[in-house]
């Protein structure tokens, strides 16, 4: 990032705290893809916060932002593992933020499963989380009972501009991988299990490049928005899979189990819009399938009479390229920002929530008072 776009950047989330700022100090925990331009939306949420740590995803790490945010911020290892046991989560908690009220910034439902228990164990307060991802609002959802306030930024009409463009660098990079195989979109009819947001986006850019699109959604009112926009949509997945040369999981949840792998047709890619562990099921995979590396980011999965090749190791294959979607991802992280607020408020009561329309159109006030130029 060039100097003056870090200022501009800067001075953007310097009028969002400004906006949003609460006279309650309140201390907060970060999970965050790592990316080029991230340490700026660091720098914001530890101006609005004590921020105690940054939990970088795992495969969404950017050396270099890594080491810049390191120089002010302690940053973590984040796993599943790390807050799936309570009292290893309830540790974890106490040795950085004992008796402090706590917001958690989330992305993917990474503090769920013990959620219950750090909230009635933690010293402090845990005051609520606030959630970036379609699969992180799920997994609270599923919850039995929420013990505090879940702020929900995945559906918001501010994400919308980001669902798009990374809808746009899904389809870039999958043809990339292909194309460095000798390998083309054209001719391979394509599967997008998933017609939310994101795979709605995919969808349509493939149709744009020629490609025959089928649908898969376990949601009856999005298949009849797919069918409605002129997508055929599958009447049984198995068969879709054994038609389909492409496979493009875009569900935030498990799209592929176990049992899925022997239906593709020989020679079918595999790609996600998210991680290994949250779109696919290749543990399940049957073990006489072998793994070999036939490219920088392609795997064959090989037995006798199948084959098929899984992109990037079946994580974001967006992000083999940066998965950059320009400045529109800023209107999302001011949302969280305004989260903060809204959780340091202390009146929300326990259950899922949203910003405000009001706060929605002061951010992107002020978002292209900055960005539209």
């Excluded at 940066?322 to 969280?336: D, K, R, W, Y």
Aim: hydrophobic content about 40%.
């Amino acid at each position: 990032m060039e100097s003056f776009e870090r200022a501009r950047l800067d001075a953007y989330f310097t009028k969002i705290a400004t906006q949003f700022t609460s006279t309650d100090e309140v201390t907060s925990f970060l999970v965050t893809h790592l990316l080029p331009e991230r340490p700026g939306f660091v720098r914001a949420v530890a101006a609005m916060s004590r921020l105690r740590t940054v939990l970088p995803k795992p495969k969404s790490i950017t050396p270099a932002a890594q080491r810049e945010v390191e120089q002010t911020i302690p940053v973590d290892t984040l796993s599943r593992e790390l807050f799936a046991e309570p009292d290893a989560a309830l540790d974890y908690f106490e040795s950085r933020a004992a008796g402090e009220p706590v917001v958690l910034l989330d992305v993917g439902g990474y503090f769920a499963p013990t959620l219950a228990e750090l909230h009635a164990r933690f010293s402090g307060q845990i005051l609520g989380v606030i959630e970036d991802t379609e699969n992180g609002h799920r997994r609270y959802e599923d919850l039995d009972k929420l013990p505090c306030p879940i702020i929900s930024v995945a559906r918001s009409p501010l994400k919308d501009p980001e669902d798009f463009l990374v809808g746009q660098s899904v389809v870039f990079s999958t043809e990339a991988v292909m194309r460095g195989r000798g390998d083309i979109l054209h001719g391979r009819p394509a599967l997008v299990i998933g017609f939310g947001k994101l795979g709605s986006s995919i969808a349509r850019l493939l149709h744009a490049k020629g490609v025959q699109v089928t649908v898969h959604d376990i949601d009856p009112v999005r298949r009849t928005q797919a069918l409605s926009q002129g997508f055929t949509v599958a009447r049984d997945r198995e068969d879709a899979l054994r038609g389909a040369g492409l496979v493009l999981c875009a569900t935030g949840a498990v799209s592929l189990h176990g049992e899925d792998f022997p239906h593709l047709c020989n020679g079918a890619y595999v790609a996600t819009v998210t991680s290994s562990e949250d779109e696919l099921e290749l543990s399940g995979l049957p073990d006489v399938y072998t793994r070999t590396m036939v490219g920088d980011h392609v795997t064959r999965y090989q037995t006798t009479g199948h084959y098929f090749y899984l992109a990037n190791g079946g994580n974001a294959v967006n992000f083999l390229h940066g998965a950059s979607v320009g400045p529109f991802v800023f209107l999302v992280q001011a949302e969280i920002l305004a989260g903060i607020r809204m959780l340091t408020r202390t009146d929300l009561a326990p259950g899922m929530h949203e910003a405000t329309a009001d706060d929605r159109a002061a951010i992107a006030a002020t978002w292209l008072s900055y960005f539209n130029r």
